[in-house]
């Protein structure tokens, strides 16, 4: 009787966690790209940061994202979006204040876990590998926050009006936001803010370019120098290379 | 056995008091509520470090309560202990109610609100844990709500059926719950072990506050309670509780042990507010010490053994409220390793450890979902015939 | 007539009136007219006829904002259309006479310009 009973039981609350979730299945993939599309398998986009070019006390790259993409920062250390930013490494391993400075960002992971996180597909990879929050569907649940093993996602908790750059949009509250790579510039052939700012700025230390085109810059030097990315152990497979950390 | 079931009166001017108070707290919710969501999150403790706050853990706290509530009905529903069945009925609609307070926190938590009502349906993201669970709650609450109703018609068999699937629905929303931070990338987060975890404190919390909530609810409405199969229940809960602390030391001593997370547990375990929490609230007075008292074999008077009983069940409920607050909160302000070897000096944004202190925006708007849940609750038992008359017990089981 | 039956009878009348002031003046509603809105500056045309713009303009953009953002194809917004919603601004010179005007009768919310400068 009692098995009878737990038979019954689990067959009807299988088919109806079946059937009632097979509705929401019906809408989930179609947002998905279909076929035909300008960001095409064949172009991946990946960055190398070369830090022995990297100055100390440089913040071009830092202030030509800020200025492209209308972030406007306040000195708050716990609210402030820098979709990249510059830091200072000390060494814990050796005694003399052996210093770094590097810039981080979002890394573009090949397995991203924000995009595994965002319940609404609006943190996706696209087909050319770049990882970008579409800021027109994200509600503001910051799951891909916590997902992000890089701290790398930042969100809009005020509004921003703040707006150097007509161009490209302003920020209301309540939504995540993260380094697109200049979706919006790679995709006109031109390149990242940060990118032309380090040029601009004579150092050359960041490099965007397409991976998979074996004669590009930066697969030349990722072949031919021993590069590293951030948490490779997680298994993200991150597409930002660091020159000489 | 023949129960009746009758409302409670709900005229008294306790009840009505009662009830403009919760009201009150309810609008100060919604307002702050209404607040956070004009002018952004900022008016809450939450950082780009620390994305999740109270309002989150207040979620998790409220879906173990849910699941474990539904343990009392099930002692009826699945296993046929009659004794329970007087208590069927308050701790199904108490499980509905929890679990519509605990989707409520998460929803008056997000960015955008008018989105929040759209998108999910129109894309949703089948692989996401926080597509998953909403499922699961939703559903959930459904099952209850069934369950409920069959209860209320007296329908044995299907009674039977709807109790099981409950059962086996809330250990599914409860390992789902503890996937979302189990299945996260971060040293303090993942663990296959979160989602056990998680069941063992929600049946424990959950159990406890039932036993609360009966004791009081038949104190005040003046109705007989026989105290054998409350003293059951506390050694039923003595049991959740040691499995519940049995997953609390497996994970953290894995956790400690294993070089790659070690640097992270001994933060966790010995340095700062966490530890305090940790030890105090959920080690010493959320499971040594309910456990010792539940497990006494004091053959004393049972009136002050159902004391004692209550008295570890309080004690329960807050370990577990410390123990959903360490699950969500240290593992955000623990900074990733992101370069081994290397530290983090100086950088425009927060870096290191970072604290967390909620508002009065986010404390506000909790306490307003706690009234709410109350202020439906008492409504429930005044508007439906959800508790007994009395509640004799019988001699056998 | 019992007690219960007396308050049901009662709250249904009750409930009825203001359906019926509701019902009345809707069926007494003046004819709606078309708010007047500015004129195009260029005299170029748009990028769909005008009568499948009214209808369609919001299903218009929404795909063609998926289009640029997550496909990344850009090949609609090039030219005279460059900036997407702003390029509206082009002919369309202010938006409180045109897009706000059928908007605000119609009581939808625009969200876009929120964060798109017109």
Redesign the interface.
Known sequence: MHRR??L???A??SA??AG??AL??L??F??SPASARAASTKLRWGMVIDLGRCPANCTAC?DACKKENNVN?SGD??????RI?????????VAAPA??S?P?LCNHCDNP?CA???????TYKREDGIVIVDPH???????C???C???A???????NRHQPNPAYPKRQ????ESCDLCAHLLDQGKRPACVEACEQSHANALIVGNLNDPSSEIATLIRNHPVRR??EE?G?EPKVFYLG? | MDIEFKQIEGRSKPFYLLTIALAALVLAGAYSTWMM?Q????LSG????I??GLPIVMAVFYIGLSAGSLVISSLYGVFGKLEYKPFARVATFMAMLLMIGALLSILT????L???MV?????????????IN??LYS?YILICTAYLCVMMVENEKWT??LA??AV??AILVHSGTGA?FGF???EL?TSSLLPPSFVAAALSSGTALMILVILVLFRLTKRPLAPKPMLWIGRLLAVFIVVAGYFVFIENAHRYYVAASRAAEHDYLFGGFHSVVFWVGLVFLGTIVPAAILLERKSGNSRHSIRRVACASVMVVLGVLCERYLIVIPG?SH?????P???????????GI?NYCPTSYEIMQSLGVVALVSLCFIWGLKLLRLLPTEAKGMSHG | MSSPRRAIVVSLVLMAVPLLYAVITFAARPAAERPWLEPPTANTTCVLPKDRMRYDHMGYLKRLRDRVMREGRREQVTGNHAQGIASCRNCHAHRELFCDRCHERASVRL?CFGCHTY
């Open positions: 009973r737990f019954k039981a689990s009807i609350l109806g966690a009632a979730y929401p299945l809408t989930a179609k947002s830092v920062t250390r716990r609210l402030d979006i820098y930013r510059k830091v200072t490494l000390e060494s814990t391993l210093q770094k590097v981080l876990p595994l996180a965002c319940p609404i597909q609006a569907r994200c509600m503001g649940c910051r799951y926050m916590i997902a093993p890089y701290n996602r930042q969100f809009n908790f005020r509004e509250h309540g939504v995540a951030l948490r997680l993200t950390l | 969501n002018h952004g999150l900022y939450m950082s780009n470090r994305p999740w938590d997000q960015g955008r008018d989105r929040v998108e999910p349906f129109l894309h949703f993201n089948p692989l996401s844990m926080l597509s909403p499922f559903s039977k059926i099981l699937i086996l629905w979302i996260v990338p971060r987060y955000l900074p990733p390793g992101l370069i070897g290397w530290m983090i000096t100086q950088s425009a944004v927060e870096e970072v | 969200d």
